[in-house]
Structure formats: C-alpha cells, structure tokens
C-alpha cells in the first residue's frame, strides 16, 4: 500500500460491479446481464472510483475488466442514462460527461496494464472502455460499435476521437466514428483493434492467461513503459528520448534490474519484485 493515502479506508463492496484479486489479477466484472451490463451514473462511478483506489495500492499488478453474460458492454441505459440526462441542465450534464471521461483517463493512468475480455458485444461506451485498455482480448463473437452519432451525438465522446486513430490509424477511425457501423471479429483483429483473437467463448480465459503473465513480469517496468506509452502520444521526438533516458536511469537503479543481472549469471529466472 501507498504510504501517501486518505485517512479513509479502501471501499469493501461495490454495487455495481464485481470485484475480485486474486494472487495480483485483478477482476472487474460488470454484473447486468439481462442488460447486456448497460451502464449507469452508478457503474460508472463505481468504475472510476475503484479505479483510483487500486491506483493507490500496490496489490494489483494486471487487471482484466469483462462482462458478466451474453456480452461485454452495450453501452449507456437507454432508460437510466439517455432518459435521465434529457432533464439535466448543462452544468449536470458537463458533470456527467467529465465523470465518463475520468473512467477512460482513470484506465489509461492507472500504473498496472488492463485487459479487456470482450465477447459479443461492446458497443458505445462499452467499445470505448474496451479501447482505452491496454489488451483487448477478443473471441470470434465480439463485436465493436461505436454508436454516438447514431443517437444524434458526437462520435468524439469519451475519449474516441483522440484514442481510436492511435489504435486503428485516421481512416478507420473515421469510419466507424462517424457511420457507428458494428466492426465483427475478423474486421477488427484485422485493422489493430483486437490484440488477441481467441476460440469461442475463450475470451475471458484469454484474458486471464495475458493478466496471469504480466502479474509475474517485472511490473514497476510495465508501469512505467504504460505510462510512457500515454505521455509519448504528442510529445516531440526530442521530448520523448529525453524522458526514456530519465525513466531507464531510474529504473537501472532498481531492484528489478540487478535481480535480472543476477538471474542470468546464476542461469535461473528472475524472481521480479516490482521494485
């Protein structure tokens, strides 16, 4: 745990996810299957909550975020967040928008790498969670689709419009930003969006297998290669290797370095501590 933390505890139960840690893998399920784990402002906080408490600890060192059913995420309720936002004023309206958008940063910031274990399908907010993870680990039934302007909004929402084109390059970004046309399996291994394609109904255990790895791999490395990978997108060549030299300099006085020196010497595997 953090030194640096609140006088108030970690939460014990969340209510609208799932949660689970188990020797470093971290689990998030969503839990609305008759729903297709249609979001609300309450999953969306608990998301952005759980998130940030896990970001102060040190326990999690791979987590996989999946959906409870017949597919990963459909998106906003209809009813509880389209319905309910027509009676919000502007300044409600930019709280819950900023709210959505702190779950993608709080995914992308987080010092641990995030697989999403995606099956059937991961449409509007639901495709975006699924982008803004490191891992989208995928079976032959997932489906992403981007859906904003298809209900008369903006297909930069949460985030898209500045994460798609670094995944899947400006032109298919724009496509399917702007038409929402669902992108099956095949599509999207094909232009980048799936990392890892696996068997039928194999994705979560695709995901735990990926998480399972990076739990036993040099995790302040991965960390810092994450964050590096998040800073690096608009900064200048000149900028980028200045701050890869200043984050291998750190890292070369870690304990995980010196461990890898001596495990090859010894000819043995590294016993990784994170440090």
């Not at 953090?2 to 840690?21: C, I, K, N, V």
């Amino acid at each position: 745990m953090s030194p640096f933390t609140g006088s108030a505890g970690r939460t014990p139960d969340w209510q609208h996810l799932r949660y689970e840690l188990t020797d470093g893998v971290a689990t998030v399920t969503l839990t609305r299957p008759e729903k297709l784990n249609a979001l609300t402002f309450g999953a969306y906080a608990d998301l952005r909550d759980l998130l940030a408490e896990l970001s102060r600890e040190r326990s999690v060192r791979a987590l996989v975020l999946a959906g409870e059913g017949r597919g990963f995420c459909s998106g906003g309720d209809v009813d509880e967040i389209i319905g309910a936002t027509l009676s919000l004023d502007t300044a409600q309206l930019l709280d819950f928008n900023r709210m959505t958008g702190q779950v993608v940063r709080a995914v992308r910031e987080c010092p641990f790498p995030v697989i999403a274990a995606v099956h059937g399908v991961a449409a509007g907010a639901g495709a975006v969670l699924a982008l803004a993870a490191d891992f989208r680990v995928a079976d032959p039934s997932a489906r992403f689709a981007f859906l904003f302007t298809r209900v008369g909004l903006s297909g930069g929402d949460m985030g898209a419009a500045y994460l798609l084109p670094r995944v899947v390059g400006l032109g298919h970004a724009t496509r399917l930003l702007m038409l929402g046309e669902p992108v099956r399996a095949p599509e999207a291994e094909r232009i980048g969006l799936i990392s890892e394609l696996t068997d039928e109904g194999h994705a979560d255990e695709g995901a735990q297998a990926l998480a399972r790895r990076l739990a036993d791999g040099p995790a302040l490395a991965y960390a810092q290669t994450k964050a590096l990978l998040t800073a690096e997108l608009d900064m200048p060549l000149a900028a980028a290797v200045e701050l890869d030299a200043a984050t291998q300099a750190l890292l070369m006085n870690g304990e995980d370095y010196t461990e890898f020196h001596a495990a090859f010497t010894e000819k043995r595997a590294p016993k990784w501590r994170g440090r």
